[in-house]
């Protein structure tokens, strides 16, 4: 069993930055691919990025590219999101999520583990 932990979330103005960490436990995630998704009050969860076991495949959803960085540091049980340039429409409770695989994925039903989530909020 993999348990995650996010943190990280907060208020912040649009154009703004925020740092989220999701600290996993009861597994090393060495071999796991991470992801991150959102979901926004009233719509679905969508997709945010994720990243592969070794850290050398990243994918990105559109509406990120180029604002949000993903990163892992394995020896730490640690994955990161940053965000940068935030917009209003970034609002939304941000999770993480862990497959053992050697790919990644972009679809939520392809992971077996969650964690909480976090609130991020932008403010315009």
């Known amino acids: 069993q993999v348990q995650l932990v996010e943190s990280g979330g907060g208020l912040v103005q649009a154009g703004g930055s925020l740092r989220l960490f999701c600290a996993a436990s009861g597994r090393t995630i060495s071999s796991y691919a991470m992801g991150w998704f959102r979901q926004a009050p009233g719509k679905e969860r969508e997709f945010v990025a994720a990243?592969?076991?070794?850290?050398?495949?990243?994918y990105y959803a559109d509406s990120v590219k180029g604002r949000f960085t993903i990163s892992r540091d394995n020896a730490k049980n640690t994955v990161y999101l940053q965000m940068n340039s935030l917009k209003p429409e970034d609002t939304a409770i941000y999770s993480c999520?862990?497959?053992?695989?050697?790919?990644?994925?972009?679809?939520?039903?392809?992971?077996?583990?969650w964690g909480q989530g976090t609130q991020v909020t932008v403010s315009s």
């Open positions: 990243i592969s076991w070794s850290g050398g495949n990243i």
């Open positions: 999520a862990a497959e053992k695989a050697p790919w990644i994925y972009d679809k939520s039903s392809e992971y077996d583990y």
